[in-house]
Nanobody
């Protein structure tokens, strides 16, 4: 069973940066497509970014393109989300997710089999 543990959330001012990390265990990390989702208060969970198994391809929701960067280190079983130019609307609980196979362009949360517990990001104006 794959286990995912996010870290790095916190409080940041608008315009600032933060990097989230997600450490995976219990599976073959290099065989997993990794993604980040977020859930803002009162809203449904939404897709943010995904990265292919070897990290050569990435996919983002339009609202974070140019500001967020997803990356992975397969030697460390870790995926990252570098977030720059943060805005109050980025405030949410951020979840790391993993799925078997190499389809990284799906935005549906049901396509991901494994989930972390989430980490809170709060962006103050």
């Amino acid at each position: 069973q794959v286990q995912l543990v996010e870290s790095g959330g916190g409080l940041v001012q608008a315009g600032g940066s933060l990097r989230l990390s997600c450490a995976a265990s219990g599976g073959t990390f290099g065989s997993l497509t990794m993604g980040w989702f977020r859930q803002a208060p009162g809203k449904e969970r939404e897709f943010v970014a995904a990265i292919s198994r070897v990290g050569g391809s990435t996919f983002y929701v339009d609202s974070v393109k140019g500001r967020f960067t997803i990356s992975r280190d397969n030697a460390k079983n870790t995926v990252y989300l570098q977030m720059n130019i943060l805005q109050p609307e980025d405030t949410a609980v951020y979840y790391c997710a993993a799925r078997a196979g190499n389809v990284y362009t799906t935005v549906r949360e049901n396509d991901y089999e494994h989930w972390g517990q989430g980490t809170q990001l709060t962006v103050s104006s």
